[in-house]
């Protein structure tokens, strides 16, 4: 398998120069990922991603993911604002070929006011699920034309909750170009779980494995309080068999990549270090 990192970039994605390439691969990780606004999009020049390309190529890293950032929500019931948000992926899209991206990440969002993954009771009415199958789709047609995959990061939060509903909604979608993220993590919906998380790792993966060809690694560990709080830890310092987890993205994707993400830059080299060791011992060679 392969191991990178979101994050270690600047926020500007035309400033990435070899340094900070280099600072990537002395942690033994060959790939990266970053993130641009959807806004921004439009000012991007072509030859300024023909520049990253250039750079990561001439480094021998690859660009594993390329997310859009966007605060509508792709079930919105106003039809204008689904409109702009998918011709906001559409130009993702085009960026994230012209970079030679691996993958092309998005999300659904929450029609809760605080954030894409505020939860709402309103994400559960009858006429979402189907508002987002059509802006998947017209996503896809995009998706197609330009030979870029678009992954959905999906959580237990928003409408996409669970492995079901996730392999629900590709199925429908029903194109090759349209997949998720393995993002174990956000599909832990109680304590219980977490306490057989083998089991539900078992799980997660069984699903999701075939339609989720780029990962996160994290960890998770139990929140303190009088009501479940389920929260992300550095690889090896939280309660998952991440053994179970890295020996099942082994057998879907052997040049697949899992990614660390949501640290400070400062705790990536405890992440990276961890992650090896973990796939050491479970026979799951890093390459």
């Known amino acids: 398998m392969r191991l990178g990192v979101v994050g270690m970039m600047p926020a500007d994605f035309r400033q990435i120069t070899a340094q900070h390439l280099e600072a990537v691969r002395a942690l033994k990780l060959s790939g990266a990922a970053f993130h641009a606004h959807g806004d921004q999009l439009g000012q991007i020049q072509s030859h300024e991603c023909?520049?990253?390309?250039?750079?990561?190529?001439?480094?021998?890293?690859?660009?594993?993911?390329?997310?859009?950032?966007?605060?509508?929500?792709?079930f919105d019931p106003d039809r204008q604002v689904r409109q702009g948000v998918v011709a906001k992926i559409e130009r993702g899209i085009e960026v994230a070929a012209q970079l030679d991206a691996h993958y092309c990440l998005i999300r659904t969002g929450s029609l809760s006011p605080r954030g894409a993954y505020s939860p709402s009771f309103r994400n559960m009415e009858s006429e979402c699920l189907p508002r987002l199958v059509e802006t998947l789709r017209a996503v896809t047609h995009k998706a197609e034309e330009?030979?870029?995959?678009?992954?959905?990061?999906?959580?237990?939060?928003?409408?996409?909750?669970?492995?079901?509903?996730?392999?629900?909604?590709?199925?429908?979608?029903?194109?090759?170009?349209?997949?998720?993220?393995?993002?174990?993590?956000?599909?832990?919906?109680?304590?219980?779980?977490?306490?057989?998380n083998v089991e539900r790792l078992h799980h997660i993966f069984d699903l999701m494995g075939p339609i989720a060809p780029v990962g996160h690694c994290k960890d998770l560990k139990l929140g303190e309080g009088l009501v479940l709080?389920?929260?992300?830890a550095v690889p090896g310092e939280g309660v998952l068999d991440l053994e179970v987890a890295l020996q099942r993205w082994e057998s879907f994707y052997p040049d697949g990549y899992l990614l660390l993400e949501h640290l400070p830059d400062a705790q990536y080299p405890a992440a990276s270090a961890n992650t090896h060791r973990i796939a050491a011992d479970a026979g799951v060679r890093i390459y």
Do not use: W
């Open 146 to 196: 330009e030979g870029v995959t678009v992954v959905v990061e999906t959580h237990n939060l928003t409408i996409m909750d669970s492995p079901e509903t996730n392999v629900l909604v590709v199925e429908t979608v029903g194109s090759e170009r349209l997949q998720v993220v393995m993002d174990y993590v956000n599909h832990f919906q109680s304590l219980q779980q977490v306490y057989r």
């Open 50 to 74: 023909r520049k990253v390309r250039d750079t990561f190529a001439q480094a021998g890293m690859d660009l594993a993911q390329f997310g859009i950032g966007y605060g509508e929500c792709l």
């Open 229 to 232: 709080h389920l929260d992300e």
